[in-house]
């Protein structure tokens, strides 16, 4: 399948700042670098949405029909520039109406590390192909990890401000 040698051949660099324990007043940063390699990518055609997944990575997904829905973690790949990276407020759901937020308020696409997550209703696996309802990534977008969604660890009992609720 030729999606196979398009991931195998791409990976990421994510870079992960720690603030080591000094004083609040002077914090020092180190820099580590964890590599992320796609086990897969999005394809939308003729009506079905699947994430089609490297064939090294079909072992991978045993047990997983065992599921209703699965967290598909994906790579926001086409904001990847260092400008996009370096926004960290925006507009929520891209209108100029709301007020600025910080994008670990938001699920905007451009923040500094293009880590996307979406919860899908999973329809079947075959193989290495797994048909899902929806997603909310593009086409080709690179899937970096899956977990199964389990209620009990996953669900919460949340509150949220006003404006997430209001039409995008």
């Given at each position: 399948?030729?999606?196979?040698?398009?991931?195998?051949?791409?990976?990421?660099?994510?870079?992960?700042w720690f603030?080591?324990?000094?004083?609040?007043?002077?914090?020092?940063?180190?820099?580590?670098?964890?590599?992320?390699?796609?086990?897969?990518?999005?394809?939308?055609?003729?009506?079905?949405?699947?994430?089609?997944?490297?064939?090294?990575?079909?072992?991978?997904?045993?047990?997983?029909?065992?599921?209703?829905?699965?967290?598909?973690?994906?790579?926001?790949?086409?904001?990847?520039?260092?400008?996009?990276?370096?926004?960290?407020?925006?507009?929520?759901?891209?209108?100029?109406?709301?007020?600025?937020?910080?994008?670990?308020?938001?699920?905007?696409?451009?923040?500094?590390?293009?880590?996307?997550?979406?919860?899908?209703?999973i329809i079947?696996?075959?193989?290495?192909?797994?048909?899902?309802?929806?997603?909310?990534?593009?086409p080709n977008?690179?899937?970096?990890?899956?977990?199964?969604?389990?209620?009990?660890?996953?669900?919460?009992?949340?509150?949220?401000?006003?404006?997430?609720?209001?039409?995008?």
């Amino acid at each position: 399948m030729r999606y196979s040698c398009l991931v195998v051949a791409a990976f990421f660099v994510v870079s992960v700042w720690f603030i080591s324990p000094t004083s609040a007043n002077n914090q020092q940063i180190s820099s580590k670098h964890f590599v992320v390699y796609p086990i897969g990518q999005v394809d939308k055609r003729d009506g079905r949405t699947t994430i089609i997944l490297d064939k090294n990575y079909q072992a991978g997904l045993s047990g997983l029909d065992g599921f209703s829905h699965v967290l598909v973690f994906y790579w926001f790949d086409r904001n990847d520039t260092p400008q996009e990276r370096s926004i960290l407020q925006v507009h929520p759901h891209g209108n100029k109406q709301n007020p600025l937020k910080g994008v670990f308020a938001t699920r905007a696409p451009v923040r500094p590390n293009l880590i996307a997550l979406s919860l899908c209703r999973i329809i079947s696996i075959r193989e290495n192909v797994i048909e899902i309802d929806q997603i909310d990534a593009f086409p080709n977008s690179p899937v970096i990890d899956l977990k199964p969604y389990v209620p009990s660890v996953d669900a919460a009992h949340a509150s949220w401000p006003e404006w997430v609720d209001r039409e995008q």
